[in-house]
């Protein structure tokens, strides 16, 4: 008896084990739905494969991808904001963008200048936006000196944003008003040396890396001058153009059309190599002083929370709008290195940023309450 149920037991297995493959081998019946909760071209939506020739969709597993995306972006006006004056590299090349991520997105993209406290008021009020891609800010290089320089920021210069890209770069350069005799650095440092107190340089704000610029060397070559800060690059260049501050050290895309116009002076570029801009000014260390290297970042940034797929449509919008001939030869010819780096490499970049200028600033003993 326990015989006979044992071979009962045993066909019936094999039955249901026939039934089950024969299921499986039937199997995909019809198009099977595939659901990506992300906009199409991310990483996720890649699952899907051409059949080869002579194949039929079924029998090589072609199976049709429905993505779910959220609604199109933009889908209102964005607010671009700049955290320092009209006029200077970084609202010169924010407008450049805006102007085209305007005819790229069919949607306005607004400048919102908003400066003070060396960029800080505008990063503090980026911060806090909407995470929604409708509110973006352009930053210079305060936005990685700022941690190290001031007791207290509105941000935290890793937590507070979605990184999208550095766009640009730009070395500075010293400039001097025509009426000032020196016409280099060597002769600029002799006669400030021979005239304590007398000459000041104006610089775009405390923390940026002019004003940096301007505080190593007057460490590094002793001289007895004030650096003036302005809220941009935009007012300081002004003020050594109208001769209220003789000497400046400002980011070079605001002083290029000035030097050119022979309304200022260049003197030398704080970059490795000269510049395609200003082929004709030496560098620190042609100068003589060597270790002076510096340049200003031109970054993209989205507050914190902003969905990935929103950081990587502004991302690629931007490197195309970077990689155009007409808008690279542009932004080169102002003084910028067109960069247009990742997100991945912009958050990186950050890191090593913020770390570098602490120590330049605990090292030049500034530090701002």
């Not at 352009?138 to 999208?164: C, E, M, Q, T």
């Not at 050594?240 to 895309?253: E, S």
């Not at 000035?258 to 490795?272: C, E, M, P, W, Y």
């Not at 000269?274 to 989205?302: C, H, Y």
Request: charged share 15%.
């Amino acid at each position: 008896m326990a015989y006979r149920f044992e071979q009962l037991l045993r066909s019936l297995l094999c039955v249901a084990l026939l039934i089950g493959t024969a299921h499986a081998q039937q199997y995909p019946a019809r198009p099977v739905r595939l659901i990506v909760p992300f906009a199409e071209g991310g990483a996720s939506g890649l699952v899907s494969r051409r059949p080869d020739r002579g194949e039929d969709a079924k029998s090589a597993g072609f199976y049709r991808v429905a993505a779910i995306t959220s609604p199109t972006y933009p889908t209102r006006p964005i607010r671009l904001i700049v955290p320092f004056a009209p006029g200077g590299p970084t609202d010169v090349i924010a407008r450049l963008v805006a102007q085209k991520l305007s005819e790229a997105f069919k949607e306005q993209v607004v400048v919102d200048n908003r400066a003070g406290a060396g960029g800080n008021i505008g990063m503090g009020i980026a911060s806090n936006a909407t995470p929604d891609g409708h509110t973006i800010i352009v930053v210079s290089s305060s936005f990685v000196v700022n941690p190290g320089l001031y007791s207290k920021i509105p941000y935290d210069p890793y937590r507070s944003f979605a990184p999208v890209s550095n766009m640009a770069a730009s070395p500075n350069v010293f400039v001097a008003h025509p009426s000032i005799p020196a016409k280099s650095i060597p002769e600029l440092i002799k006669l400030v040396q021979s005239n304590p107190k007398k000459y000041n340089f104006a610089t775009p704000g405390i923390g940026t890396t002019p004003d940096l610029s301007a505080v190593l060397l007057k460490l590094t070559a002793k001289l007895d001058v004030a650096t003036i800060p302005y809220a941009g690059a935009g007012p300081a260049v002004a003020s050594v153009v109208g001769n209220q501050v003789p000497l400046g050290c400002m980011a070079m895309p605001p002083t290029v059309p000035q030097i050119q116009g022979g309304r200022l002076r260049a003197l030398a570029v704080t970059s490795a190599k000269r510049s395609p801009a200003l082929p004709d000014v030496p560098t620190m260390a042609e100068s003589g002083l060597a270790g002076q290297e510096a340049d200003t970042l031109q970054g993209m940034l989205l507050p914190a929370g902003t969905p990935k797929p929103i950081v990587q449509r502004l991302y690629r919008e931007v490197a195309r709008i970077l990689a155009q001939p007409d808008m690279k030869e542009r932004v080169v010819g102002l003084g910028f290195d067109i960069v247009a780096s990742t997100p991945e490499q912009f958050a990186a970049q950050i890191k090593v940023e913020v770390a570098k200028w602490a120590k330049v600033v605990k090292s030049a003993g500034i530090k701002v309450e």
